[in-house]
C-alpha cells in the first residue's frame, strides 16, 4: 500500500487543515460598513472624511453610537448589530472610521480596536 495513511493528514508542518475560528475571532474580523442614523449635523460639521471615532453601547443593549469628542455623532443601525452589541459586552472595543460625510449622511467603517 502506497501513500500516507489518514492518521497523518492534517497534523505537522503542512498546515493542511484551517486553524478552527475562535469565538473571539469572529469579534475582532467583524467589520461592518454602515450609514449612521440620527446624525448630528453640529457634530457632523466638524468631522472629517478619515477620521477615527470611538464606539460605545450606551447599555448592554444598546443603542450603539458613535461620538466625536465625547458628543453624539449618530447612532450605529446594521443587521450585524446584535453581534456587535455581543463582541462589546465581551470586551472588544470597536472605532469607526469616517468613509464619508455630507451634512446628515455620515458613512463609517467600524471595526475592533487592534
Known amino acids: 500500500m502506497s501513500g500516507m495513511s489518514g492518521d497523518h493528514l492534517g ?6 487543515m484551517p486553524r478552527p475560528m ?3 475571532d469572529a469579534c475582532l ?9 440620527s ?3 453640529d457634530v ?9 471615532l470611538p464606539v ?10 458613535v461620538l466625536k469628542n465625547g458628543n453624539l455623532l449618530g447612532t450605529v443601525l446594521s443587521s450585524h448589530l446584535v453581534q456587535l452589541l455581543n463582541c462589546m459586552n ?4 470597536y472605532e469607526a472610521e469616517v468613509l464619508k460625510i455630507e451634512g446628515a449622511i ?3 467603517k467600524i471595526s475592533a480596536v487592534k
Open 22 to 24: 475562535k469565538e473571539g
Open 56 to 65: 460605545e453601547a450606551q447599555s448592554a443593549d444598546g443603542p450603539v453610537v
Open 11 to 16: 497534523i505537522g508542518g503542512g498546515g493542511i
Open 44 to 52: 457632523s460639521k466638524i468631522t472629517q472624511v478619515r477620521d477615527v
Open 90 to 93: 465581551e470586551g472588544t472595543e
Open 29 to 37: 474580523n467583524l467589520v461592518i460598513v454602515t450609514n449612521l442614523a
Open 39 to 41: 446624525v448630528n449635523v
Open 106 to 108: 455620515c458613512q463609517v
